[in-house]
């Protein structure tokens, strides 16, 4: 079975430009959370999206959103980007919303110069 | 208080030896925790989650919680170079009405042949 994958695996952008990031979870796992992991602040809850709907939102700011498709798979757009948006961006997938069993994709390296 | 706290520094234990983390949450309403696993430059693995107060044993790992005290902790027996890696520590919490998981920051173990 594979696994989560995300693309892209690196991306380098300047302050104000926006991104896109993608998910996709592993066959049959319906909900998809994202995370953003610093040092400083380790790893933090962005949202989590189950059958197309945002389920749960952590603590954010809006410039920060996400959708997910009819196939399960998913986007995080951040918008006008800051330089501490540069993160390690990682999806993990479940079958059902309650986190009991989350499988992490390796993560999409995000660089804001 | 922070939601999820893992306040050692790195761990150093010799091959062997037994390694022991400890987590401490602060939402007294959670029911589910969460140990993952994190080598340098990858993404989170879940090592083990356990709901009830007491010892769950998998393995060489065994997760130990005690609800009253808001306590959780992982002991690693005979530990191999291959556990040198990051641990951590996550609390399912829907203390701010989102269903998420909180993690800790994480605790380095290293594994000294």
């Known amino acids: 079975k594979a696994g989560v994958t995300q693309t892209p695996r690196y991306l380098i952008k300047t302050r104000g430009q926006q991104v896109t990031l993608s998910c996709s979870p592993i066959?049959?796992?319906?909900?998809v959370s994202w995370y953003q992991q610093t040092p400083g602040q380790g790893l933090q809850f962005l949202f989590e999206?189950?059958?197309?709907?945002?389920?749960n939102k952590g603590n954010f700011p809006g410039r920060f959103s996400g959708r997910q498709f009819s196939n399960s798979r998913s986007e995080m757009n951040v918008s006008t980007l800051e330089l501490g948006d540069s993160a390690l961006y990682l999806c993990?997938?479940?079958?059902?919303?309650?986190?009991?069993?989350?499988?992490f994709g390796p993560g999409t390296r995000l660089t804001v110069l | 208080q922070k939601e999820v706290e893992q306040n050692s520094g790195p761990l150093s234990v010799p091959e062997g030896a037994i390694a022991s983390l400890n987590c401490t949450y602060s939402?007294?309403?959670?029911?589910?925790f969460f140990w993952y696993r994190q080598y340098s430059g990858k993404s989170p693995e879940l090592i083990m989650f356990?709901?009830?107060?007491g010892d769950k044993e998998d393995g060489r790992f065994t997760a130990q919680l005690n609800k009253a005290s808001q306590y959780v902790s992982l002991l690693i027996r005979d530990s191999q170079p291959s556990d040198s890696a990051t641990y951590l520590c996550?609390?399912?919490?829907?203390?701010?009405?989102?269903?998420?998981?909180?993690f800790g920051k994480g605790n380095q173990v290293v594994v000294i042949p």
């Open positions: 996550a609390v399912k919490t829907a203390k701010d009405g989102n269903n998420r998981l909180a």
């Open positions: 993990a997938s479940s079958l059902s919303a309650s986190y009991n069993e989350q499988f």
């Open positions: 356990i709901y009830s107060n």
């Open positions: 066959s049959g796992h319906r909900s």
């Open positions: 999206y189950f059958s197309e709907t945002q389920r």
């Open positions: 939402d007294r309403g959670s029911q589910s």
